[in-house]
């Protein structure tokens, strides 16, 4: 079966610096999905960013960046120059290709931007 | 972006009273659609799983006949918690999806039974 792990749970970092978020999966699959949602305190799931596992280019949004190791079954999330906006859960998760499949999410990191 | 409707925002009822909520995708068709629960400071729980037209797919340990999902289109999908209890007081969302597409989630219900 399919795990994720987030080893995180809470992490700090000081306003307009970089942090990064731990995130390891497990999946017979060689192809798949992985994504990093955002829940700010209003509860909503934000998608930030998502990677398909067959592109082997990182994928980029803004100031938000994985790491994707797929050896390694590793994807990080790197946020740079940091907005008090980002503080948030953050929950790694991984999808097989699949119409109906479902997204597998990890426990989740608590990010706390301090200015 | 694509949008996900949910409705209501926060329920306040009395036990033994039967809670319907609606989820909508408002600009696009989702072929499936799925219902979460999330306890306080954790992840989403997968309740169930509905595509269009056919019987929801329940996660082990999720009562069916409890929370009743209806996808009658393919905007629309609704959770029924029939009967409810203090214990089912929770936050639940839904998520739509289009194919491979990424899910996109509603905001999310409080459920708060006294």
């Known amino acids: 079966a399919q795990t994720v792990t987030q080893s995180q749970p809470e992490m700090s970092v000081q306003e307009a610096e970089t942090v990064t978020l731990s995130c390891t999966y497990d999946t017979s699959e060689s192809d798949y999905y992985l994504f990093w949602y955002k829940q700010p305190p209003s509860r909503q799931m934000i998608l930030v960013i998502r990677q398909e596992a067959y592109k082997q280019q990182n994928a980029t949004e803004n100031r938000f960046s994985v790491n994707f190791q797929k050896a390694a079954k590793s994807f990080s999330l790197k946020i740079s120059d940091s907005q008090l906006g980002d503080a948030a859960m953050y929950f790694c998760a991984y999808r097989r290709v699949g119409n109906t499949d479902k997204l597998i999410f990890g426990t989740g990191t608590r990010l706390q931007v301090f200015p | 972006g694509a949008v996900v409707s949910q409705h209501p925002s926060r329920v306040i009822c009395k036990s033994g009273t039967s809670v319907k909520i609606e989820c909508r995708s408002l600009d696009f068709q989702a072929t499936t659609m799925f219902w979460y629960r999330q306890f306080p400071k954790q992840s989403l729980m997968l309740m169930a799983t509905s595509n269009e037209g056919s019987k929801a797919t329940y996660e082990q340990g999720v009562e069916k006949d409890k929370f009743l999902i209806n996808h009658a289109s393919l905007t629309l999908s609704t959770l029924t918690v029939t009967s409810a209890h203090p214990e089912d007081s929770s936050f639940y969302i839904c998520?739509?999806?289009?194919?491979?597409?990424?899910?996109?989630f509603g905001d999310g219900t409080r459920l708060s039974i006294l």
């Open positions: 998520s739509a999806r289009k194919g491979n597409q990424p899910q996109h």
